[in-house]
């Protein structure tokens, strides 16, 4: 009679090439990849929250806690670029004698790493992170991506119109193509006044 054990297994694609994988117990082979207790570098996990399906008006949250080999490693992974990681889990059918996955793992979860904090006390270096599932980014509205000045740039490269666009009580993106006022006498520009000083401006040498 096949005995058959239940195994979870954990990847996290960090977004500087760098990948964890993780089992709850000795280790598991899947997929030519090799899933350990411990990883040598970041550790283990102490807890984890438990799995919830329902339907709402919101996308769910998943929470973990790694207890990292060290504060070098916890910093690494406390790093704002790591944000946008990707984790993934699976619950894994194990054959009892071989050890080996039967059929293939059940996914639970498929997100992407969003906040993370690095908690240290005595004897105790603990990094709560929290996940969400990738579906979250349809509900990233980017406001005010377009009126920075580094956006402006990569839209119109060397065009510097954000760069002086201070003091405004409404910034508007200058395109490549717009030109400046004139008084009919040749044109002037005011780049560090600001809109509606430089309106006045021209209004004085228009009466």
């Known amino acids: 009679m096949q005995r058959v054990r239940l195994s979870g297994l954990l990847k996290l694609e960090l977004r500087d090439g760098r990948t964890i994988r993780l089992c709850d117990g000795g280790w598991v082979p899947w ?5 350990i207790a411990r990883d040598p570098t ?3 996990i102490g807890s984890m929250e438990a799995f919830e399906e329902g339907v709402g008006d919101e996308v769910p949250a998943f929470s973990l806690t790694f207890l990292p080999a060290s504060t070098a490693a916890a910093v690494d992974l406390a790093a704002p670029g790591m944000q946008g990681s990707r984790l993934r889990l699976w619950i894994a059918e194990l054959d009892d004698l071989t050890g080996q996955i039967i059929g293939t793992p059940d996914q639970q979860f ?4 969003d906040q993370v904090r690095l908690v240290t006390g005595l004897r105790k270096r603990e990094l709560p992170m929290t996940f969400v599932p990738r579906g ?3 509900f990233n509205s980017n406001e005010g991506n377009s009126l920075s000045p580094a956006f402006h740039k990569s839209v119109f490269p060397g065009e510097l119109g954000e760069d002086n666009a201070t003091g405004l009580s409404s910034a508007v993106a200058w395109g490549t193509e ?3 006022g004139s008084n009919g006498a040749g044109s002037t520009v005011y780049p560090s006044a600001g809109w509606s000083n430089y309106a006045n401006m021209v209004r004085t040498q228009l009466v």
């Not at 997929?31 to 899933?35: G, L, N």
């Not at 498929?110 to 790493?113: E, I, R």
């Open 178 to 180: 717009a030109q400046p």
């Open 136 to 138: 979250e980014r349809f």
């Open 110 to 113: 498929d997100g992407q790493m």
């Open 42 to 44: 970041f550790g283990i």
């Open 31 to 35: 997929a030519s990849e090799k899933y």
